[in-house]
């Protein structure tokens, strides 16, 4: 089984699509916990139940599975045990963060700049003018 670490971000897909959704993307693992400590976020007993005949080799119990608290980049939290990811597409998000300078622009720009990098979606940013 592959090693999730705590605090660091992954992109994954889950082996019951249609169930769990296909692709996580950009989620931190916040917590390792057992069956009876997801129970407090989530009826695991019941997903897993769902799980058993969809996922091959997948434990009858489950309380033999690994959960996890994992988080959104919008700060939303789920519970999924690791036994319902598939392991190929496992992979670590590595962040770096990147300095733009734009030289000789008028100020008119700045609401451009910040504008058009919205659109793609970069919220992250400090934008500020020398």
């Given at each position: 089984m592959t090693v999730f670490e705590i605090n660091k971000v992954y992109n994954f897909n889950t082996l019951a699509p249609d169930i769990l959704g296909s692709?996580?993307?950009?989620?931190?693992?916040?917590?390792?916990m057992s069956a009876e400590e997801a129970m407090k976020y989530r009826?695991?007993?019941?997903?897993?139940?769902?799980?058993?005949?969809v996922i091959t080799g997948l434990p009858i119990n489950a309380g033999d599975c690994v959960f996890m608290l994992i988080e959104s980049?919008?700060?939303?939290?789920?519970?999924?045990?690791?036994?319902?990811i598939d392991p190929a597409?496992?992979?670590?998000?590595?962040?770096?963060?990147i300095r733009v300078e734009l030289l000789?622009?008028?100020?008119?720009?700045?609401?451009?700049?910040?504008s058009r990098f919205k659109e793609?979606?970069?919220s992250n940013m400090v934008v500020s003018t020398f």
């Open positions: 692709r996580y993307e950009e989620f931190k693992i916040k917590s390792m009826d695991i007993y019941t997903l897993h139940q769902n799980l058993v005949p980049k919008d700060k939303e939290t789920t519970i999924l045990a690791k036994e319902y597409s496992i992979t670590l998000v590595q962040t770096i963060n000789d622009v008028s100020t008119d720009d700045l609401a451009v700049v910040t793609l979606g970069y």
